[in-house]
């Protein structure tokens, strides 16, 4: 740990090997006390927030990851896909709210044409012209590409004309094949969702990173994960946040999975934090971690916590039992609470407003 603690007094890099070393490590607090150092160095005493709308716009899916409980199978009766109406209904909640982002994602679906996305998109921008649209993981793209027969840039560009904003980081998973054989095969591989989020940044959009961690993935696994994310935000610097999501098990047909305890989380947080030198902002996702536990990660070195959500369905099909919406007075008194700053953002991190 001294070789550590020297790297990142002096502003070093870390290795993958210093990485794994604290994966390996019982000093917690040793650890927390370290990102939270890294932390104040880039963002101060601020932590970040923004008052949001999750739209999941259909869980039927022709991929079904073992790890997914939302995903459902065409001709189930607990499947569903929302019209353009009730997505311009959910919108005008979002706008009655004070939302300044639409976050969506959904299942692969076995007959939506790629018209109907971009109909989606604008139907948006029509109801909520200011609205951020925060849309469709890389995984999502893929299957737009096989199903318009265009090439990857140009669907990216249809989007975004069609009134995309940024991108989630979601369909990360685990980058290494191994693991993706196991608990994702039919997904697309992690090259390839390197590959897609590579062009949509060079497409002048941002994304967002993620790692679900907690199933069946080794702590190498973890670093090796890590790893391809920093050099990619090397060559592009298009990633705004690293969120790591902790896997929830409930209905879900990964064996002996058991999920994510509050040391792991708050370690691997931490770590997330030292290791992604280049990423600015590290989000702790209270959907899946839980509010007590997003809240001390607010001194492991975190400084988002998320938005106001609204009607998140994918962490809680697997048993996530957080609530299902924060309201921005909430979010503000839990970043109180940690002896933080409270600062609304919109999408791209502009600030609006300090509490």
Same mark, same amino acid.
């Given at each position: ?17 210093d ?8 000093e ?15 963002? @101060? ?13 259909t ?79 890389a ?67 941002r ?18 994960h ?45 770590i997330? !934090? ?28 975190v ?17 996530a ?5 924060? @309201? !921005? ?27």
């Amino acid at each position: 740990m001294k070789q550590i603690r020297e790297k990142v007094k002096n502003g070093q890099r870390l290795s993958d090997e210093d990485a794994l070393r604290l994966f390996e490590s019982f000093e917690l607090l040793e650890i927390g006390e370290l990102a939270a150092e890294v932390n104040r160095r880039k963002n @101060s005493n601020k932590v970040y927030f923004n008052v949001n709308r999750h739209i999941n716009y259909t869980n039927l899916c022709v991929n079904q990851c073992t790890f997914c409980a939302f995903a459902r199978e065409e001709g189930d009766e607990r499947g569903y896909t929302l019209d353009l109406d009730q997505i311009r209904a959910k919108v005008r909640e979002a706008l009655a709210a004070g939302a300044t982002e639409i976050h969506s994602v959904g299942g692969l679906h076995p007959d939506l044409s790629f018209d109907f996305y971009l109909e989606m998109l604008r139907a948006i921008k029509a109801e909520a012209p200011a609205l951020h649209i925060k849309a469709f993981t890389a995984v999502e793209i893929d299957y737009f590409t096989r199903i318009s027969d265009k090439t990857l840039i140009d669907v990216v560009r249809d989007l975004k004309e069609a009134g995309l904003g940024s991108m989630p980081g979601g369909g990360a998973e685990i980058l290494g094949q191994q693991v993706r054989d196991k608990i994702c095969p039919e997904k697309i591989s992690g090259e390839r969702w390197l590959e897609i989020t590579e062009t949509v940044h060079n497409c002048g959009l941002r994304t967002n990173a993620t790692m679900l961690f907690g199933h069946l993935e080794t702590y190498s696994d973890r670093v090796e994960h890590l790893r391809l994310l920093r050099e990619l935000q090397d060559r592009t610097g298009g990633f705004q946040s690293f969120i790591p999501l902790a896997f929830q098990p409930d209905n879900t047909r990964v064996p002996g999975a058991v999920g994510v305890s509050g040391v792991d989380a708050l370690k691997t947080l931490a770590i997330s !934090r030292l290791y992604l030198d280049n990423f600015q902002h590290i989000k702790a996702y209270w959907v899946m971690l839980g509010l007590k536990i997003a809240q001390v990660a607010l001194c492991f070195g975190v400084n988002d916590i998320d938005g106001t959500v609204v009607e998140e369905k994918i962490g809680h099909d697997a048993g996530a039992d957080s609530p299902q919406v924060l @309201s !921005r007075e909430q979010l503000i008194t839990l970043i109180r609470n940690a002896g933080r700053q409270p600062v609304e953002r919109d999408t791209l991190y502009r600030e609006i407003r300090e509490y």
